[in-house]
């Protein structure tokens, strides 16, 4: 009886205990929680600018990348980002989807614009027996093309370095133009250190691992203006880039060349915007390059650390419409690109194609049972490429100049009017820059241990 009684006043005690700690519990909920009536804040429908410098990192995090590709911190947003990799694991940037829509726009054939000085039978003799005499040509699209009579990028240059030479084959449009804006920097802002040049194409473009681009000679990879020149390896770039100097190249790019579009992450937009309308440049040319309804500059993902511009190639782009139907007559040029699939064989990619599996095997040291999926397969074709893509007649826009920009002439780089260089001039000097961010360069330095 004893037992019982000490038992029950045992439980008695725990209930009371549990009775007294969801009192507590309900108390002190309620004194944190919302009213009833309270409705939560709105949030703006588009972010806006930061007004101010973004959040600096500390010195210790930033370190400096001497040799190698700079290929960035990006691989941590993929893991959060369901956009940055595709469901075969390869890189789903972005990069693409500019032809891809031009692709699927119907355009109509006016005729030739950039290449009437070739006429069809000169453009055939010429096919088979003295292609070099065409210059280069942008065959297919960025994502389905190749490249003929490619230019490499010039390695030796003290405005640029290039990371990886038998990666830097583009047309010779993409290369001038490219030299052209980089040179414009470096002339304006002296004291500018060379500029990282990365991926452009392969000598004969096709598919260039990792990226779904760059296969006909008119994307390019560039790295960032750094303040003290050195590639800070830290994922938040914003906070350590070179404001004065990547904007200048932007606009470099933008006026004294023909740019499709600029690909880089939405918050390095954000401080190069916000440091262009800082020193004064014109608020309607801004929102027409970052925010209009065909924008320039875009958001792709996994390229936090990078610039990458689509220059057009009037030119180029055209030659390679017109001789892809010529492909068969030359073998050493009418080949595809194609990535193995789950179940592939060279018999199956040989039908797919119209060509033999001996070709494939021969041209690639591969045999049917060592096939790896995902591995790309250069394929040489037996007559015209039915499943290649043939683009839309090229049609280059207009450029999107600021108003203090004019043209002098025709083939002639774009610059400033005299009003407009020394405004461009005096805006984009380091000192000048410095104060009229209030101090973000400098501070940007601070944070990323210069």
């Known amino acids: 009886m004893t037992r019982w009684r000490n038992g029950s006043a045992i439980s008695a005690h725990v209930r009371v205990i549990g009775r007294l700690w969801v009192l507590m519990l309900a108390v002190s909920t309620a004194s944190v929680a919302r009213p009833m009536d309270e409705t939560p804040p709105s949030l703006p429908e588009t972010a806006p600018l930061p007004p101010t410098a973004p959040e600096l990192v500390p010195a210790e995090a930033c370190l400096p990348v001497v040799d190698g590709e700079d290929v960035g911190d990006d691989a941590a947003d993929a893991d959060t980002d369901p956009d940055a990799m595709a469901p075969d694991g390869e890189r789903n940037d972005g990069e693409e ?44 699209l960025a994502n389905a093309g190749r490249l003929v009579n490619g230019v ?22 993409t290369v001038s133009s490219l030299m052209a804006a980089i040179t414009e920097v470096s002339d304006r802002l002296p004291g500018t250190p060379p500029l990282r040049v990365n991926d452009i194409s392969k000598k004969d473009g096709g598919w260039h691992r ?15 203006y750094y303040p003290h020149g ?26 004294t060349g023909d740019v499709q579009t600029i ?3 939405k918050r390095v937009q954000a401080v190069l915007h916000g440091y262009a309308r800082s020193i004064g440049e014109d ?23 990078h610039f990458h511009v689509r220059f057009y190639n009037p030119r180029a782009q055209e030659l390679g419409r017109r001789v892809q139907p010529l492909l068969a007559e030359r073998p050493e040029h009418n080949i595809a690109s194609y990535r193995v699939k789950r179940g592939d064989t060279l018999g199956k990619i040989a039908r797919r194609f119209g060509t033999s599996a001996k070709l494939i095997e021969k041209q690639n040291k591969v045999r049917s049972n060592n096939l790896k999926v995902g591995r790309t397969l250069t394929i040489p074709l037996r007559g015209p490429c039915t499943t290649c893509p043939l683009p839309p007649p090229v049609v280059v826009p207009a450029r999107r100049l600021p108003p203090d920009v004019t043209e002098f002439s025709l083939g002639r780089a774009l610059m400033p009017t005299t009003v407009g260089r020394a ?28």
């Open 97 to 140: 989807d500019a032809d891809a829509a031009r692709a699927d726009t119907s355009v109509e054939d006016e005729g030739l614009r950039y290449s009437r000085d070739v006429s069809d039978e000169q453009l055939r003799r010429l096919w088979t027996n003295d292609v070099a005499a065409l210059g280069s040509m942008s065959i297919g």
């Open 263 to 265: 690909l880089v992450d």
């Open 210 to 224: 990792p990226h779904r681009s760059h296969q006909n000679g008119r994307d390019v990879d560039l790295g960032f």
């Open 283 to 305: 608020p309607v040319w801004l929102d027409d390059l970052f925010r209009g309804s065909a924008p320039i500059v875009n958001h792709a993902p996994r390229h936090r650390d």
């Open 152 to 173: 490499q990028f010039p390695k030796a240059g003290g405005n640029w370095s290039v990371v990886d030479g038998q990666e830097s084959w583009g047309t010779q449009e």
């Open 423 to 450: 405004h461009f001039r005096s805006s984009i000097d380091s000192a000048a820059a410095t104060r009229s961010v209030a101090g973000w360069t400098t501070s940007a330095a601070r944070a990323c241990g210069s």
């Open 230 to 255: 050195e590639t800070i390896r830290i994922k938040k770039r914003e906070t350590c880039i070179d404001l004065a100097r990547n904007w200048a190249l932007v606009r470099a790019l933008v006026t």
